[in-house]
C-alpha cells in the first residue's frame, strides 16, 4: 500500500462520515460511535495475532488489511489521518528504537 493509496483511503472515509448507515459499512460504523469502531480495531487485531501464531501468510495479509481499514476508520474519527501516522514514522527514521521509547516518559 503506497503513500497515495492510504491518502485516498483517507478521503473515501472521510467523505462516509456522513453516508447512510444502511448503505454504506463505513457509515454504519461512524453511526454506532467510537466505542464500535474501537472494537472492531481490537477484533481485527486479536484476528491478525491468531493468523500470524497459525503462520497463515495469506490469512495474515487478509486480517492485517483489515486491521489497518479499521485503524483508518478510527483516525478519521478523531481527526487523523494517515499522513499523522506517515510522519510520525518518518521522525522515527534513524532514531533508536530504545532511544525514541525512552523520550516519551
Given at each position: ?89 518518518a521522525?522515527r ?13
Amino acid at each position: 500500500m503506497s503513500a497515495d493509496t492510504l491518502k485516498e483511503l483517507t478521503r473515501i472515509l472521510e467523505s462516509r462520515k456522513g453516508a447512510d448507515a444502511e448503505s454504506s459499512y463505513v457509515g454504519s460504523l461512524y453511526a454506532k460511535g467510537l466505542d464500535k469502531i474501537l472494537e472492531k480495531v481490537g477484533e481485527e487485531s486479536v484476528e491478525t495475532i491468531i493468523a500470524a501464531k497459525n503462520g497463515d501468510k495469506e490469512k495474515i495479509v487478509y486480517e492485517t488489511a483489515d486491521l489497518w481499514f479499521h485503524s483508518m476508520v478510527m483516525l478519521a474519527e478523531l481527526g487523523l489521518s494517515s499522513d499523522d501516522i506517515l510522519n510520525e514514522l518518518a521522525r522515527r527514521f534513524g532514531v533508536s528504537g530504545h532511544d525514541e521509547k525512552a523520550s516519551r516518559k
